[in-house]
């Protein structure tokens, strides 16, 4: 499957209430978001696998690949287009067996070696980051530049910048790094016209490449 990992909107639900959540997702993805993935630290497992059959309506409706973060479970109940997994997660080798060879399998990966081990256990993609401090996830630390620059020379699967990244500094990650993609959550999310947001990203993110 090929994946366009141009604007890569990770969903986190705020204060939002449902409707106004899964209302997001869609005007997101109309505005130019290319891959969806669902968030979930503190549901229940029913809670989650309940969101997520809701919006995978939503992203087969037009055609989105989606991801599950860290669960494999769910991922599996939902029959989603892949999983993206932490540092602390299950280890890639072993979610590559439990969800074989055709599911997506994404990583996050902190520094360079991160993402080389990531690379060479099999993962398909990468989360790169943090770029830059952000509220959304503060105990994250700041990838170096030299890391980032190891990465461009070296990584050869595709991968996204996430934490941090805003419209105003995404021409500059795709231009020096070669980012595939931006990882988004609140600029998206709380933004007041979602749907424009994730256009504005999109049309950066291709002018770039």
Same mark, same amino acid.
């Given at each position: 499957?090929?994946?366009?990992?141009?604007?890569?909107?990770?969903?986190?639900?705020?204060? +939002?209430?449902?409707?106004?959540?899964?209302?997001?997702?869609?005007?997101?993805?109309?505005?130019?978001?290319?891959?969806?993935?669902?968030?979930?630290?503190?549901?229940?497992?029913?809670?989650?696998?309940?969101?997520?059959?809701?919006?995978?309506?939503?992203?087969?409706?037009?055609?989105?690949?989606?991801?599950?973060?860290?669960?494999?479970?769910?991922?599996?109940?939902?029959?989603?287009?892949?999983?993206?997994?932490? /540092?602390?997660? %299950?280890?890639?080798? &072993?979610?590559?067996?439990?969800?074989?060879?055709?599911?997506? &399998?994404?990583?996050?990966?902190?520094?360079?070696?991160?993402? $080389?081990?990531?690379? %060479?256990?099999?993962?398909?993609? =990468? @989360?790169? @980051?943090? &770029? /830059?401090?952000?509220?959304?996830?503060?105990?994250?630390?700041?990838?170096?530049?030299?890391?980032? =620059?190891?990465?461009?020379?070296?990584?050869?699967?595709?991968? !996204?910048?996430?934490? @941090?990244?805003?419209?105003?500094?995404?021409?500059?990650? &795709?231009?020096?790094?070669? +980012?595939?993609? !931006?990882?988004?959550?609140?600029?998206?999310?709380?933004? $007041?016209?979602?749907?424009?947001?994730?256009?504005?990203?999109?049309?950066? !993110?291709?002018?770039?490449?």
């Amino acid at each position: 499957m090929a994946i366009d990992y141009s604007v890569y909107l990770v969903t986190d639900q705020f204060d +939002f209430n449902e409707e106004e959540f899964l209302n997001i997702i869609e005007e997101a993805i109309i505005g130019g978001t290319t891959i969806v993935q669902i968030r979930e630290k503190n549901s229940s497992t029913l809670d989650f696998y309940n969101l997520a059959l809701k919006v995978k309506e939503i992203t087969d409706k037009y055609e989105v690949p989606l991801i599950i973060n860290d669960r494999l479970d769910i991922a599996q109940a939902v029959d989603s287009a892949g999983v993206h997994l932490g /540092q602390d997660d %299950m280890p890639c080798k &072993i979610a590559r067996k439990i969800l074989g060879p055709e599911k997506i &399998i994404g990583i996050s990966a902190e520094n360079y070696e991160d993402a $080389k081990q990531a690379q %060479m256990d099999g993962a398909d993609y =990468l @989360g790169i @980051g943090a &770029i /830059q401090k952000t509220a959304t996830k503060e105990d994250c630390d700041v990838i170096p530049r030299e890391d980032l =620059l190891k990465i461009k020379e070296t990584i050869t699967i595709p991968y !996204v910048a996430i934490g @941090g990244v805003k419209e105003y500094n995404t021409r500059e990650i &795709i231009e020096n790094y070669d +980012f595939n993609g !931006v990882a988004i959550v609140s600029a998206i999310m709380k933004h $007041k016209n979602p749907r424009e947001a994730s256009n504005n990203f999109y049309n950066i !993110v291709i002018n770039e490449k």
